[in-house]
């Protein structure tokens, strides 16, 4: 059965750093997309960034410069290096596979949300 397991949030300071990271069970994770969504209570969730299973990256605009993200398919782990944070970055951090690119959104898939982890920025 295949997982995502979230962890690496908690409070800091507007301008601070947080790695979070995204362990994964099963087989199938070096040969897929994945993807950090994020969400506030009452909103939409939100794309954060997309990796492919080659390593191509690409993010939302709201954190394009600030965060990274990688993963490290030996270790079926993926990372979510977030740099110079906002209070408007605050939210719940999940992650997912990407299951499609379209009408200009990475899909994710349906199956596989986990808990999440939250992400506190103070100002």
């Known amino acids: 059965q295949v997982q995502l397991v979230e962890s690496g949030g908690g409070l800091v300071q507007a301008g601070g750093s947080l790695r979070l990271s995204c362990a994964a069970s099963?087989?199938?994770?070096?040969?897929?997309?994945l993807g950090w969504y994020r969400q506030v209570p009452g909103k939409q969730r939100e794309f954060v960034a997309v990796?492919?299973?080659?390593?191509?990256?690409n993010y939302a605009d709201s954190v394009k410069g600030r965060f990274t993200i990688s993963r490290d398919n030996a270790k079926n782990t993926m990372y979510l290096q977030m740099n110079s944070l906002k209070p408007e970055d605050t939210a719940i951090y999940y992650c997912?596979?990407?299951?499609?690119?379209?009408?200009?959104?990475?899909?994710?898939?349906?199956?596989?949300w986990g808990q999440g982890t939250q992400v506190t920025v103070s100002s």
């Open positions: 099963g087989s199938i994770f070096s040969v897929n997309a």
């Open positions: 990796i492919t299973s080659g390593g191509s990256t």
């Open positions: 997912n596979y990407v299951r499609a690119f379209r009408n200009g959104a990475y899909e994710p898939s349906p199956d596989y």
